[in-house]
């Protein structure tokens, strides 16, 4: 079956412009996490949507934001960009809520370069 | 808060060579491990896990044990291969058995074998 899908694979940006990030998780998946992987910080957690509600969020500012749809795919947003959010965004999806099992399905990622 | 630690790398072995890449982490209670590989222009993947002490987790000839007692969970392989070339990452889930709180990664190790 079809991977977990994320849209644009890659998109640059300027300070201050916001942007919005799409994925779609494999088929039956309910849970998607988002992830931000960065040389510095490695790979940090952002926020994770099951069922359309957001199950917990990282130590991001609330520019960082994100929603679920009753299909399952999932958007996260950032919003007045600053040269720091230059990353890979990952989007992660699972049968339930990720933490409980830790198997999460990844994909390739959007990467955003902030100029 | 929680942490996982592990040689960043690039670790470089010839092919064939016996493969050690050391986890450590710190976390409350009772965590699950865990093991992703993320090969060249693919997203993470789950490799192997472990959710209790002593537990060994394996997966193509890849092996780890749930060291309670060091906080440890060290990757190991008896002969790499070429196209064991890729980066790994050392997660834990803190098993809280109630909300997502999101996996906490390593920085990754980025593993080089030469033929």
């Known amino acids: 079956k079809a991977g977990v899908t994320q849209t644009p694979r890659y998109l640059i940006k300027t300070r201050g412009q916001q942007v919005t990030l799409s994925c779609s998780p494999i088929s039956g998946h309910r849970s998607v996490s988002w992830y931000q992987q960065t040389p510095g910080q490695g790979l940090q957690f952002l926020f994770e949507?099951?069922?359309?509600?957001?199950?917990n969020k990282g130590n991001f500012p609330g520019r960082f934001s994100g929603r679920q749809f009753s299909n399952s795919r999932s958007e996260m947003n950032v919003s007045t960009l600053e040269l720091g959010d230059s990353a890979l965004y990952l989007c992660?999806?699972?049968?339930?809520?990720?933490?409980?099992?830790?198997?999460?399905?990844f994909g390739e990622g959007s990467r955003l370069t902030v100029l | 808060g929680n942490s996982v630690t592990q040689m960043e790398g690039p670790v470089t072995l010839s092919e064939e060579a016996f493969l050690t890449i050391n986890c450590t982490y710190t976390a409350t209670g009772y965590p699950s491990l865990f093991w992703y590989v993320q090969y060249p222009g693919e997203g993470l993947q789950l490799l192997l896990k472990a959710t209790k002490a002593d537990d060994k987790g394996s997966n193509k000839g890849f092996e780890a044990t749930y060291r309670k007692e060091t906080t440890s969970f060290h990757l190991e392989k008896g002969s790499v291969q070429v196209s064991d070339s890729a980066v790994y990452f050392c997660?834990?889930?803190?098993?809280?058995?109630?909300?997502?709180?999101?996996?906490?990664f390593g920085k990754g190790t980025h593993l080089i074998i030469q033929p």
């Open positions: 992660a999806s699972s049968l339930e809520v990720g933490g409980r099992t830790g198997e999460l399905f």
């Open positions: 997660a834990l889930s803190p098993n809280s058995g109630g909300g997502a709180d999101g996996l906490t």
């Open positions: 949507y099951f069922s359309e509600t957001q199950r």
